[in-house]
């Protein structure tokens, strides 16, 4: 049974930082992990992924603002957040594609102005 642990969502002011993590178990053939964000009243969107050989993907809204990394090893994915804005409200998904497609139970995230 496929589990996603996510930790490190809280409050913060504009213009701080937040690091999120995503520990998997009991998952084998990862091919990506990433993180997506639900802001109330909108769609699921994507924020960054990482696939099992490093290559990443950021939305246009997080680029240069936040970034993703992985330990493999520890079936691990991070979402280091800096520069947050009011707009990065929302609460976080954690997201594993193996065969099949996972997500964490989401962890909030808000940013006061």
């Known amino acids: 049974q496929v589990q996603l642990v996510e930790s490190g969502g809280g409050l913060v002011q504009a213009g701080g930082s937040l690091r999120l993590s995503c520990a998997a178990s009991?998952?084998?053939?990862?091919?990506?992990m990433g993180w997506f964000r639900q802001a109330p009243g909108t769609e699921r969107v994507l924020v960054a992924t990482?696939?099992?050989?490093?290559?990443?993907n950021y939305a246009d809204s997080v680029k240069g603002r936040f970034t993703i990394s992985r330990d493999g090893a520890k079936n691990t994915v991070y979402l280091q957040m800096n520069s947050l804005k009011p707009d990065d409200t929302a609460v976080y998904y954690c997201?594993?594609?193996?065969?099949?497609?996972?997500w964490g139970q989401g962890t909030q995230v808000t940013v006061s102005s």
């Open positions: 990482i696939t099992s050989g490093g290559s990443t």
């Open positions: 997201n594993l594609r193996a065969i099949w497609e996972y």
């Open positions: 009991g998952s084998k053939g990862i091919r990506a």
